[in-house]
Structure formats: structure tokens, C-alpha cells
T-cell receptor, first 113, second 114 residues
Framework: GNSVTQMEGPVTLSEEAFLTINCTYTATGYPSLFWYVQYPGEGLQLLLKATKADDKGSNKGFEATYRKETTSFHLEKGSVQVSDSAVYFC????????????FGKGTMLLVSP | DAMVIQNPRYQVTQFGKPVTLSCSQTLNHNVMYWYQQKSSQAPKLLFH???????NEADTPDNFQSRRPNTSFCFLDIRSPGLGDAAMYLCATSSDGTGNSPLHFGNGTRLTVT
């Protein structure tokens, strides 16, 4: 079956530090990959996505590259801000046919001034 | 703005007292989902509708039911809430069920069971 594994948090960084949150997946076929962000007390928002190998998704300074050879989709940002503090979920959907979203367990990011 | 709206944001119910959570969407999406999210955990899919076709996850308790009277609205009914059902309930939509269509989430309803 499909599964997503994320690094455990919390990840604690100072403002302007470099961020990496690791995500690896197991899936049949070639899934689409997503990063969602959840701010405190809110629902999930789509942050970025990639639908095929070597695609790079990017948004708000975050980026992630779909690496088929390592089955990974690591999230990176060059310089984090306090407002980036949130929980980040990696997720996948199988690309062919009808499917639902499989989430990782989420990684909390805490950024201090 | 097109969006997914959940009401209420906070719901308190008593042990065993039926409760209904509501979700509406202005995106005109075909698929609507209900997820349960407990503290510090990933959202867990309870069920979803593709148009009027209902799809229940195998491990969703019978205590949880859903209705979708039209494209725009979807309801989650908990027939006899237990303390273990206290959680954030998230509604989401997608244009179709294929891999490329992302999910759009509402802000959730936080359910407390007393």
C-alpha cells in the first residue's frame, strides 16, 4: 500500500536559518506528491505539489523536488521566518485512476526570532 | 473567494448525544471528504463522496455517518459520540479523484465531548 514517512519534529530554528524537512514515500506506480501546511487552529492549506519525476514545486519561498530514484520529496526553504511556524504534512496521491490522499504524520516547525 | 466552509468552528456535545457537523463549498468540486484529526496526528480519512457515490473507509466506525444532499453541502453525523471522538474534523474537496487534483480544506470543526 501507499505510505509516507516524515522526519519527526519538532524542528526548532532561528529566523533566517535554512530549513529541510525530509519526506520519503512508498507507492505503486507514479504518485503525485504534495506538501500541506497547517497553522495553529486552522485547516490544511496546499503549499506546493509535483506530479512527475524531477518536477520542482515551489511557493512562498518553499520548494521540493520529486526524486523518483530516492522516492523522496524533501521540503526546503532558504531563510525561514517566525510566521512559518506551523505543522507541515507530506502527502501523496497515486496518479492513475481514482485515489485519495495519504498523509505523513506531520512535522512541527518552530521558528524563533 | 471560492472556498470550503465548516460550521461551527467549535462544537461541544455530551457523551452519547448525536451531533452533526456541516461543510459547504463554492468550488463546485465533485469530491468531498471528511477527515478526523486527533492531536499531533495526521488527518485520517473517514469517508468521501464522489458526486453522490459514498465511499466508506474500512476502519471507519459505524457511529460515523455522512450525507451529501447536493453538490455544495456535506454533513458528518456522529450518532453516539464517545470521549474518544473528540478531535478536529476536517472537510475537504477536490475537483476529481485523480492524482493531479489537490485537496482544498476548510478550517475544521473542533469537537469536544463532555
Amino acid at each position: 500500500g501507499n505510505s509516507v514517512t516524515q522526519m519527526e519534529g519538532p524542528v526548532t530554528l532561528s529566523e533566517e536559518a535554512f530549513l529541510t524537512i525530509n519526506c520519503t514515500y512508498t507507492a505503486t506506480g507514479y504518485p503525485s506528491l504534495f506538501w500541506y501546511v497547517q497553522y495553529p487552529g486552522e485547516g490544511l492549506q496546499l503549499l506546493l505539489k509535483a506530479t512527475k519525476a524531477d518536477d520542482k514545486g515551489s511557493n512562498k519561498g518553499f520548494e521540493a523536488t520529486y526524486r523518483k530514484e530516492t522516492t523522496s520529496f524533501h521540503l526546503e526553504k532558504g531563510s525561514v521566518q517566525v510566521s512559518d511556524s506551523a505543522v507541515y504534512f507530506c502527502a501523496l496521491k497515486t496518479a492513475s485512476g481514482y485515489s485519495t490522499l495519504t498523509f505523513g504524520k506531520g512535522t512541527m516547525l518552530l521558528v524563533s526570532p | 473567494d471560492a472556498m470550503v466552509i465548516q460550521n461551527p468552528r467549535y462544537q461541544v456535545t455530551q457523551f452519547g448525544k448525536p451531533v452533526t457537523l456541516s461543510c459547504s463549498q463554492t468550488l463546485n468540486h465533485n469530491v468531498m471528504y471528511w477527515y478526523q484529526q486527533k492531536s499531533s496526528q495526521a488527518p485520517k480519512l473517514l469517508f468521501h463522496y464522489y458526486d453522490k457515490d459514498f465511499n466508506n473507509e474500512a476502519d471507519t466506525p459505524d457511529n460515523f455517518q455522512s450525507r451529501r444532499p447536493n453538490t455544495s453541502f456535506c454533513f458528518l453525523d456522529i450518532r453516539s459520540p464517545g470521549l474518544g471522538d473528540a478531535a478536529m474534523y476536517l472537510c475537504a474537496t477536490s475537483s476529481d479523484g485523480t492524482g493531479n487534483s489537490p485537496l482544498h480544506f476548510g478550517n475544521g470543526t473542533r469537537l469536544t465531548v463532555t
